[in-house]
């Protein structure tokens, strides 16, 4: 299997289980339903460790424009390589959301709350400010690109590695994600979002393009400042 089919593979099982865990506490008659944000986290957190396993052995299993952009610009990872995976990262996302609409769908037709709905695929924030919802996708994110690296530097039992960075993203979004949603992940929003607006869901309201930059460029600057302060630390 490429590189690029298991960024495709990894993706998809990260929003598949990401979103779908999202799906299971918002919508309506589900056995999840108003389960709370710790479950949420903890079940995004055990996707990322998910889709980290699934891609690791064929890939790099980055599953995150961030953090190719950020792996690259640390020099861990070649320029050459970040479209593809980013494409791919895109793709992958986009047929998790579609696959989750297709689990829950009878619990998205019974649940009238469009804004419920559009939780399912992709962020929104808590308190809608621009620059600090920026900010709060920067920060968030420069947590996980410096985690990423910092394990790096770290010795683990072989095959720990995806369990390692899945409890730091149950972190963050424990610490950090109460104000926008923690996308940190430019794909695992736009991808869905795009899917959003496609998908033929009953009565789902708009896709929120106008926040939909924030959770795509947050990610992306929070990375590359994290992979420049890691390289002045540790060079």
């Known amino acids: 299997m490429s590189a690029f089919v298991s960024e495709i593979i990894g993706t998809m099982l990260l929003i598949l289980l990401g979103n779908g865990v999202v799906a299971g506490?918002?919508?309506?008659?589900?056995?999840?339903?108003?389960?709370?944000?710790?479950?949420?986290?903890?079940?995004?957190?055990?996707?990322?460790?998910?889709?980290?396993?699934?891609?690791?052995?064929?890939?790099?299993?980055?599953?995150?424009?961030?953090?190719?952009?950020?792996?690259?610009?640390?020099?861990?990872?070649?320029?050459?390589?970040v479209p593809a995976y980013i494409l791919a990262q895109f793709i992958g996302a986009f047929i998790g959301a579609v696959l989750v609409f297709v689990h829950y769908k009878p619990h998205y037709d019974v649940t009238d709350d469009p804004g419920a709905k559009l939780a399912t695929f992709s962020t929104a924030p808590g308190i809608r400010s621009t620059p600090f919802n920026l900010i709060g996708e920067i920060i968030g994110t420069f947590v996980l690109v410096f985690g990423i690296l910092s394990f790096g530097a770290n010795t683990f039992t072989d095959g720990l590695n995806p369990l390692i960075v899945g409890f730091?993203?149950?972190?963050?979004?424990?610490?950090?994600?109460?104000?926008?949603?923690?996308?940190?992940?430019?794909?695992?929003?736009?991808?869905?979002?795009?899917?959003h607006a496609i998908l033929p869901i009953k009565g789902k309201g708009t896709s929120d393009w106008g926040y939909s930059w924030i959770p795509v460029v947050g990610p992306i600057i929070g990375a590359v400042i994290a992979a420049l302060v890691y390289g002045i630390l540790v060079p």
């Open 25 to 81: 506490v918002v919508l309506r008659h589900s056995k999840a339903e108003n389960a709370g944000w710790v479950v949420i986290t903890f079940g995004w957190g055990f996707a990322v460790m998910i889709g980290v396993y699934a891609a690791g052995i064929y890939g790099g299993a980055h599953l995150n424009p961030a953090v190719t952009v950020g792996l690259a610009t640390a020099g861990s990872f070649p320029w050459a390589d």
């Open 168 to 195: 730091l993203v149950v972190s963050i979004g424990l610490s950090l994600g109460g104000t926008t949603g923690y996308a940190i992940n430019p794909a695992r929003d736009l991808g869905p979002r795009i899917a």
